[in-house]
């Protein structure tokens, strides 16, 4: 049984419909609509698959849906999360809230999956110390913190390792101390063989004075960075390192630093003992490595083996918090299309703020090779851009949609700044461009941008090649020797003689001619097509607005077509699906939907006088350079329609003709006999025979 925007289950659970982004999608509104999930047709379903990283999403609730730790969530695993959750909870309407905490009534007591989850709750409780009916997921994150601080803490009583740290209890920063030099002290060593090797080479070892000169004149305070690139200090053959004096001053503290942590007596150490030294530091970061890798080992497998004990109850409040939204970014796209502030899809990583507009669809991208072999498809015009942070957060790639305002400053290399949902800033740099049109106005003008950038292409790189070659020219002369002045005058002269001795080739008159001819016939096929055209546009007053308008049509209207087909199939499954979703179907971008993604600077109306403005022409110049060019014009117009060309030929008078004709007809009348009926025949002579 089908009715209007709904359709009923065999069940005869009624699934309602509604139009979202252009496409009819299924409405998930209740705690029914969940527990018959596994009635709806997979072919309904927006999304088939999607990952479980590089998502704004718990990343561990996915993990928690994902069974066969494949990395991605399938439909079945979504539907498997549901069934579980009628098995738990009393009424799946407490999925709407969207809650991290659960009241004991709220859970199954007669199931055995909801006896788990109680039981598990309870020992999580009394290992806190605490007596209540509900429980929160920052408890379960407490009382798994504070087990795996136990599970530490015993194995590092059964397990600890007889190995007496170096240095005692500044074994820590003594390691510090010597890996922030290590590479500095090989590098002095090194140069001290050389030395030993060839001690000319001293002076090409040792700082530059050049390089010290360059930044005297200024604080040298402000220089540290420059300095520390100078040896640490001046190489000698004995290969001795000074601890104290005649350091580096950007490393003088840095030394002593681990001359006093790592207890060395010494004014200075020989590359033997250093290496002893670096001995006793490897070791002990081998040993710490060793220990912290089987402790974590070890308390891995204790929490897996514990994880019965909390796992069910944490899976539950995560489910509770969480499975709401997925099903919401899953099933449909409705966060995608909802725009009520603070609702975003899960997709969405963020805000990118570049010339002047904000770009809220923005996207991580795991693998730039398929984003640029299906970004076509999409119809979007994408900025790829690298993002860098200053936090320590580290790089990533992101994908850009442009939906709104101009493009005409976008190109590769432009910086912006991209906000995470989290707040925190990267710097953005644009690395690749997708070129599609964002709206039927942009592509009205993108004809003429596009000849415009090419012409100035042209002139730029035919400027630049003359000025190479002048430049090269100008440098051949300069580079040419006249030692031999007389031999090379002897020598044009020879030439010259040569040349005047060889016979001229004659002038071929008729070459010319037909050369000639042809551009006389060129030119004035174009005259009477320009005169043409003139005529045309003077005969009525209308014409000249048919003909820009006609124009404007042939040039911007393919462009504005293509971009209105195009505009109606923007679909940003192409760029999901190859961040590794599996989209089932079309996830349009409309013109109306489009525009609220992207937000371009509004300015209000400034009053004012600018100091800084260009000097305008008076109004009236500007009315009479408008005279003078319109006048030109009409008067061009006119010429065209009037003037007789030298290769049109005279044109001939109606009575001239006229005349002509009938002094033709009277030619034709004295020649012609006129036949008399009433003359008698004339007889005919016989022929003479022989």
Not at 403 to 408: F, K, S, V
Request: net charge negative; with cysteine.
């Amino acid at each position: 049984m089908a009715k209007k925007n709904m359709f009923v289950s065999k069940s005869g659970h009624e699934w309602k419909f509604s139009m979202v982004g252009g496409v009819a999608r299924v409405n998930i509104e209740s705690g029914a609509d969940i527990a018959h999930l596994h009635e709806l047709d997979q072919k309904l379903w927006t999304v088939l698959s999607c990952p479980v990283k590089g998502l704004e999403f718990d990343e561990k609730t996915l993990a928690m849906l994902d069974s066969d730790k494949d990395g991605r969530i399938r439909v079945n695993e979504v539907i498997a999360a549901a069934e579980w959750l009628k098995q738990v909870l009393r009424n799946l309407n407490y999925l709407l809230q969207g809650k991290d905490s659960i009241a004991f009534a709220d859970i199954h007591a007669d199931t055995e999956e909801g006896k788990q989850v109680i039981d598990s709750a309870r020992l999580i409780l009394n290992a806190l110390g605490l007596q209540k009916e509900e429980i929160s997921l920052a408890e379960v994150t407490e009382y798994m913190a504070i087990f795996e601080e136990k599970c530490r803490a015993e194995y590092t009583a059964q397990n600890a390792e007889p190995f007496e740290p170096p240095f005692g209890d500044k074994s820590d920063d003594a390691e510090a101390a010597v890996n922030a030099v290590r590479a500095k002290v090989a590098d002095y060593f090194m140069r001290c063989k050389l030395v030993q090797f060839d001690e000319e080479a001293s002076a090409a070892l040792d700082v530059q004075v050049e390089r010290i000169a360059a930044i005297s004149a200024s604080n040298l305070s402000d220089n540290v960075e420059e300095i520390s690139t100078y040896p640490l200090a001046r190489p000698n053959k004995e290969a001795l390192l000074p601890l104290t004096e005649g350091l580096n001053p950007a490393w003088k503290a840095a030394i002593a630093s681990v001359k006093e942590l790592a207890a060395l007596e010494a004014d200075s150490i020989g590359e033997e003992d250093w290496n002893a030294l670096l001995g006793k530091v490897d070791a002990y970061t081998a040993w710490k490595a060793a220990g912290e890798t089987a402790m974590n080992e070890a308390v891995a497998a204790r929490l897996e083996e514990h994880s019965a004990a909390f796992a069910p109850v944490e899976k539950l409040l995560r489910l509770c918090r969480d499975f709401f939204t997925l099903l919401h970014n899953y099933v449909v796209f409705k966060d995608f299309y909802n725009r009520a502030p603070g609702t975003e899809a899960v997709f969405q990583a963020g805000q990118l703020f570049i010339d002047q507009r904000c770009c809220e669809l923005c996207i991580k991208v795991s693998d730039m090779g398929k984003q640029l072999a299906s970004a076509g498809l999409s119809g979007m015009y994408i900025l790829y851009c690298h993002c860098v942070s200053k936090a320590g957060l580290g790089e990533m790639d992101i994908a850009a949609v442009v939906t709104a305002g101009d493009i005409r400053n976008f190109r590769e290399g432009k910086n912006g700044v991209f906000y995470d949902r989290n707040g925190q800033d990267w710097d953005a740099t644009v690395t690749k461009i997708v070129d599609n049109p964002i709206s039927v106005g942009q592509a009205f003008w993108a004809p003429y941008r596009k000849f415009g950038n090419w012409v100035t292409d042209k002139i730029s790189k035919s400027a630049e090649e003359k000025e190479s070659k002048q430049f090269d020219e100008m440098t051949a002369k300069a580079d040419s020797t006249t030692t031999d002045l007389a031999t090379k005058a002897a020598e044009e002269k020879a030439v010259d003689g040569a040349a005047a001795a060889a016979p001229k080739p004659a002038f071929d008159i008729a070459k010319f001619a037909g050369i000639f001819a042809a551009i006389g016939l060129a030119i004035g096929a174009l005259g009477v097509a320009l005169a043409a055209v003139a005529k045309f546009l003077v005969s009525a007053w209308y014409n000249p607005i048919i003909a820009v308008a006609l124009v404007v049509i042939l040039i911007s209207g393919p462009s504005m077509l293509l971009a209105w087909l195009k505009l109606r199939k923007r679909n940003l499954g192409p760029v999901l699906n190859a961040n590794g979703w599996a989209i089932n179907s079309m996830v349009k971008v409309n013109t109306t939907f489009g525009s609220l993604l992207t937000q371009v600077a509004q300015y209000p109306k400034v009053v004012g006088k600018d100091p800084l403005a260009d000097k305008k022409m008076a109004w009236w110049k500007k009315c009479l350079i408008w005279l003078v060019v319109l006048a030109a014009i009409a008067l061009g117009i006119f010429k065209l329609t009037q003037h007789r060309w030298p290769w049109q030929p005279e044109p001939v008078k109606v009575e001239a003709v006229e005349e002509v004709v009938c002094a033709a007809g009277d030619a034709v009348a004295e020649d012609v006999p006129v036949f008399d009926e009433t003359a008698e025949e004339a007889p005919v002579e016989e022929p003479a025979h022989e």
